[in-house]
């Protein structure tokens, strides 16, 4: 049996496209992608395959699925072969035991819950549309809230008994659109608590759920970016005026898990909360818990009093044209009418909001505008910032394991000098390093010293393939992925890269191997980490498509180039042996000639 953690992180991981791509050339059709269909004879691209929604689709054969059925289709595989299949693909630990009697029983719980909770949501709807649920339904109407809304949130009536009586109800589901729970929220005056929730349990943890990203993931993955606002009714307002890329909060103050959750489909939002005092304060707190999770954040600010649902109600002025970024949102109140006290007030709480940003250059670029803001010089307000989050990280404890930068210092200046081999990428080599990733990288120097200063050309290139691969080894360029485009280009040449740390770790991205060292797995975590907080081009439009043609087109050139004038100069050199018999001296010159000709074919 396999653990639920494992499960959870698999099916968290896993993207539709990445799989296929694994097997297949994409074709890009817009935000889907496009393969002949491999479950029957496909003369044309029939199979689609949607990464918002995260299955594939043939709508010649009928096939579709998540990536799970895909394997299972395509591969023969048992669930449990697909799952270890999908561990060893991403790099996670398999972990399963055997099923005991009580952990049986468990699951068995969670989808009969869940099946209870689908019936009852269907009651819901059904209550709402009949001749009891009419006032609730006139209700609705009053505010605006169109027959489509409705249908697509699936709302409906509590009745006139049970925990939610006599309330319009609001199915509450997970990103994988399941049904985990339920709001109620009261629509005539006699009772005075606003909203009721179905109690926390093992499948609704409200802090970890966001309204309406079922619905959303698929418009926040084309807007790179999503709104976030606070009640259910503001979520259906939003996508009613066509802002689709909404999620709500649920009606709680923001959590880091669901910064978390959100940070897998984007790392750009929009605050949009109340435009009264307390949602001003919550959007505050909520500006500080997206910046630590690594968002880039926009803030809408409304009039005082008016929340989203009003706005879009009322106002002709969309949304979008309200967008500031958080900086100048925290210094609106800075007015040449404010005494010494509040300018001071403000700025300090502008400086000490950024100081909650875990990567040093955008918190060190987000310094600079609060400073040009404010006409204050850029090195007092940096060094300020720099104060406020040395102090917050150790006020939350914060170690080598957490993504907050450490100092450059921590690092020595030998170790810092191994740092650069990763190129032409913008690393922020300012996060943890682990020891490990270090002695990895201190092997590669003392080869490259030992090998002389040629080699260090195409060892900064080795390095460089990797980097490539986990940024960009999904993308399609030439009819097929990076990943199988570099895999060609070095096969065909019979090329694999010299250093073993690298062809380790080279091996486990196209999945050759399924077991690396713990060096290896140090050295690519590092890189994926540095990579992350790197804002660099998607691939999905065709001019980033062209840019991630021509950085694997030109890095492979200049790759083949340097080994094969490695390779050549290794066998003249040993040419130069006396010992050497005819053969041994035929030999070298056929290695010779090889080398030439890649090094003309390359250039």
């Not at 077991?515 to 140090?522: D, G, I, K, L, R």
């Amino acid at each position: 049996m396999i653990l639920p953690r494992t499960t959870d992180k698999i099916k968290d991981t896993m993207r539709i496209e990445e799989v296929i791509g694994h097997f297949y050339p994409l074709q890009r059709a817009g935000a889907n992608w496009l393969i002949r269909c491999p479950f029957h004879d496909d003369n044309r691209p029939s199979c689609f395959i949607s990464p918002s929604k995260g299955i594939f689709k043939c709508f010649v054969c009928d096939e579709g699925g998540d990536a799970i059925t895909f394997l299972k289709l395509h591969e023969k595989f048992t669930y449990t072969e697909a799952m270890r299949w999908l561990a060893d693909f991403y790099h996670i630990p398999f972990e399963e035991v055997a099923e005991s009697p009580e952990h049986k029983a468990e699951m068995d719980a969670r989808k009969q819950a869940h099946a209870q909770l689908e019936l009852e949501c269907d009651n819901y709807r059904t209550a709402l549309h009949s001749e009891a649920g009419s006032e609730a339904m006139h209700y609705l109407r009053q505010r605006g809230i169109s027959e489509r809304t409705i249908t697509d949130f699936e709302l409906g009536y509590g009745g006139a008994t049970g925990f939610f009586h006599d309330r319009i109800i609001f199915p509450i589901r997970d990103k994988s659109n399941r049904c985990v729970g339920f709001g109620g929220r009261v629509f005539n005056k006699e009772d005075q608590r606003k909203y009721l929730n179905s109690p926390e349990s093992d499948i609704y943890r409200k802090s970890h759920l966001l309204y309406g990203l079922h619905l959303a993931k698929g418009a926040i993955t084309k807007h790179k970016m999503a709104y976030l606002v606070e009640g259910y009714t503001d979520v259906m307002a939003m996508h009613q005026a066509g802002i689709t890329h909404a999620v709500g909060t649920c009606g709680t103050a923001l959590t880091s898990a669901q910064v978390r959750l959100l940070h897998r489909f984007t790392n750009r939002v929009t605050i949009c909360f109340d435009g009264d005092a307390a949602g001003q304060k919550a959007t505050a707190r909520a500006l500080e818990i997206l910046l630590e999770g690594g968002m880039v954040v926009d803030v809408v600010k409304l009039p005082d009093g008016v929340d989203p649902e009003e706005y879009l109600q009322r106002e002709d002025t969309a949304v979008d044209s309200l967008h500031q970024d958080f900086v100048s949102y925290l210094l609106a109140d800075l007015t040449g009418d404010a005494d010494v006290p509040t300018r001071v007030a403000i700025q300090k709480t502008a400086a000490k909001t950024i100081a909650r940003i875990p990567d040093s250059l955008y918190r060190e670029e987000y310094a600079k505008d609060l400073a040009t803001k404010t006409k204050r010089p850029v090195e007092v307000v940096q060094q300020e910032v720099s104060t406020y989050h040395k102090a917050l990280s150790q006020a939350s404890g914060n170690t080598a394991t957490n993504l907050v930068d450490t100092d450059k210092t921590t690092l020595s200046a030998n170790e810092t000098a191994l740092l650069p081999y990763a190129g032409s990428y913008p690393l922020h080599f300012d996060v943890p390093v682990p020891q490990t990733w270090l002695d990895a990288w201190k092997e590669v120097d003392a080869q490259m010293h030992a090998l002389g200063n040629t080699a260090q050309t195409w060892c900064t290139l080795e390095a460089e393939i990797i980097c490539t691969l986990i940024a960009h080894g999904s993308a399609t360029t030439n009819d097929m992925t990076v990943k199988q485009w570099i895999t060609y280009d070095l096969s065909d040449d019979d090329l694999k890269l010299e250093i073993p740390v690298l062809q380790e770790a080279f091996e486990v991205l196209i999945g050759t191997v399924s077991e690396s060292s713990t060096a290896c797995q140090e050295l690519m975590h590092s890189i994926e980490t540095a990579l992350a907080l790197w804002d660099r081009p998607t691939h999905s439009d065709g001019e980033s498509e062209v840019q991630v043609h021509l950085l694997v087109e030109q890095l492979m050139i200049k790759y083949k180039t340097s080994i094969a004038h490695k390779r050549r100069s290794e066998a003249l050199r040993a040419m130069q042996e006396v010992s050497l018999d005819n053969d041994e001296m035929r030999e070298l010159m056929e290695v010779v000639k090889r080398w030439n000709g890649l090094i003309r074919g390359a250039s």
